[in-house]
């Protein structure tokens, strides 16, 4: 399968490098636009501001080269070539907005026109291509503008080529993420650029078809990844508002796909506004999920159960959000992790128990590890995870998520002084012969969760594994651990003689977990695996561990504020200052 794959990606590249050059040699040009272009996307002032001192931070890299052009860099690898060939650090240069960004953008710009524009380079992919061409519409007047701007006529080419070559290869992206950005390119490009209108057709009744076939009924992607379903959430919302700009109506199918994703990212939204984070997703970019929200105007209210087979329960300041369906499978696994039954907690705008998160940008011995079940907060069994990782791909590296739960029953519903959650996975059925369940129960006033984690076997079949699993242990037991990884800017110390945990925020709160002492308490260390840092951050993790002796091994838990903490907090303490600082 490998070599399959590897002479299509050989086929792939050899089409786009064949269509980038033809697209160049189209009579039909681009002379300026239809009207002034609206910015839509959203960058950082503070990268901006590095970017012109010559500090270019792109996956998980750090380059200081404050006299180098930004294509004369050493290229650390694919994924931070990838990124700048992308152009999205448009957006934090064109947040800055000073004659010192301005010029920095006209040469980077130029530059890879001179260098690259003919057609060469890695840059010529439908999706990178897609991302490249918002990026230069949306700040066209930004880089046109000031009296040493650079040659319009050179812009206007290369936008004209880069068109062209998405009208002909938007079809050799991946489904997915990549073709809505090659699509959402192509409808942003045929609309703001003269001459181009008749390329618009197409694309949107590609668009449309693309929404149907992997935007489900619960408004989510196969990949169950948050931040990719922010990404074409809010790629949806651009593409509609400038067909709605051109005075043209996006497809039935486009509009229902963004009432369907709108509920469904307000229940992935933690009560600090930022994403949960599983599948390989991180929190999302600052003031892109309000923004993409408040642009797309959708009121349709959250649904019952699930979304994107991710359960919630939220009440006063707190959110608990718990991944409950099986991981994703085949191509759509390729960043998918073992985090069944995993929950996520946060309190006010302070994540208190979190996942370590993808370490995708720390290389791939951390992006596997990332992947494991001991990463989330959930329970793992003997140093097995709930999933496993397939084979490397020789042509990609990468690997699928195999050997997954099939079985994730769950049930949402209410006690008599809050929220129920019930869930299960047969995760460790086929290796232990045990069923992992968790009950998560939390009062109406958000301030107390109380948990259960159960080990079951359940069938004749399953309880001779578990004896087999028992006699491989020496009749010792099946060790077990249950994980609570925690923001790093959480305190941890162990109290009450070691039979609790009390951990301060920096809003001033003070949560405690406590258990039914049947098990070992332990804090131990742990990583926040966070994208625009160059290392991985310091954490801690709190971890109950203990046997399974039996068909049926249980352990309660419980995590509430401490009774001095007030109902209402004033959280005036500052964020970390800048996500590119040491650990």
């Known amino acids: 399968m490998s070599e399959t794959r590897s002479f299509a990606a050989r086929k792939a590249h050899f089409l786009n490098r064949w269509h980038a050059l033809h697209a160049g040699r189209m009579r039909a040009r681009a002379v300026g636009f239809v009207s002034s272009p609206e910015p839509r996307t959203i960058g950082s002032f503070a990268r901006g501001r590095q970017l012109v001192a010559g500090n270019f931070l792109f996956a998980g890299h750090l380059l200081e080269h404050r006299e180098a052009d930004l294509w004369d860099l050493p290229m650390p690898n694919a994924d931070f070539e990838q990124e700048i060939h992308g152009f999205a650090w ?3 240069l064109a947040a800055v907005g000073d004659r010192g960004a301005r010029a920095a953008a006209q040469r980077w710009v130029w530059g890879w026109i001179d260098r690259y524009g003919r057609g060469r380079g890695p840059g010529w992919t439908p999706d990178l291509t897609g991302r490249r061409l918002i990026r230069w519409i949306n700040h066209a007047l930004f880089m046109l503008q000031g009296n040493d701007a650079p040659d319009s006529d050179l812009f206007y080419r290369s936008l004209n080529q ?55 009924a619960q408004g989510g992607l196969p990949t169950r990844n948050p931040e990719e379903l922010l990404d074409v959430f809010t790629l949806l919302t651009w593409a509609a508002s400038a067909l709605s700009d ?21 229940t992935l939204r933690h009560a600090d506004g930022g994403l949960a984070r599983f599948h390989g997703g991180g929190r999302g970019p600052d003031g892109w999920l309000d923004h993409a929200l408040a642009q797309a105007r959708a009121k349709t209210r959250q649904p019952d159960g699930l979304s994107m087979g991710f359960a919630r329960l939220s009440a006063g300041r707190t959110s608990v959000i718990v991944d409950a ?63 496993r990782l397939g084979d490397e791909e020789r042509a990609t590296g990468r690997e699928e998520l195999i050997e997954g739960p099939t079985k994730v029953p769950i049930e949402i519903g209410h006690v008599s002084d809050g929220l129920r959650f019930q869930g299960g996975h047969d995760g460790f059925a086929l290796t232990h012969g045990l069923t992992h369940a968790r009950t998560l129960e939390m009062t109406f006033d958000g301030r107390a969760m109380a948990g259960e984690d159960m080990l079951l076997a359940l069938t004749d079949a399953e309880k001779k594994r578990f004896d087999l699993a028992m006699d491989a242990a020496r009749l010792q037991g099946i060790a077990f651990d249950i994980r609570f990884h925690l923001h790093p800017e959480v305190d941890a110390t162990l109290d009450l003689g070691g039979a609790a945990v009390s951990m301060a925020l920096k809003s001033g709160e003070i949560w405690v977990f406590r258990h039914d002492g049947a098990q070992t308490l332990t804090i131990q260390p742990s990583v926040y695996l966070e994208s625009g840092r160059l290392k991985p951050r310091r954490s801690n993790q709190i971890v109950l561990s203990g046997r399974a002796m039996s068909y049926a091994t249980r352990v309660r838990w419980s995590l509430s504020k401490a009774q001095e903490t007030a109902v209402g907090v004033r959280d005036l303490n500052m964020d970390t200052a800048s996500l590119t600082e040491e650990p």
Not at 166 to 173: K, M, P
Not at 204 to 210: D, G, H, M, S
Request: net charge neutral.
């Open 162 to 216: 880069q068109t062209h070559f998405l009208a002909r290869r938007w079809q050799g992206a991946v489904s997915g993420l990549p073709r809505f950005e090659a699509l959402t390119g192509l409808i942003y490009a045929s609309l703001a650029l003269e001459g181009m209108e008749r390329m618009a057709e197409p694309a949107v009744k590609a668009l449309a078809r693309e929404c149907q076939s992997q935007i489900d």
């Open 325 to 387: 369906s099986k991981p994703p499978a085949g191509r759509a696994s390729y960043n998918a992790h073992a985090s069944t039954l995993a929950l996520e907690l946060t309190s006010g705008r302070r994540p208190v128990v979190v996942n370590c998160g993808s370490g995708r940008s720390f290389g791939p011995d951390w992006r596997r590890a990332g992947r494991a079940t001991p990463s989330h907060s959930t329970l793992s069994l003997d140093g097995y995870s709930s999933a």
């Open 246 to 266: 051109a005075g043209q109506s996006a497809a039935d199918e486009h509009l229902e796909a963004i009432e369907r994703i709108a509920p469904t990212l307000r």
């Open 90 to 92: 448009l957006d934090d």
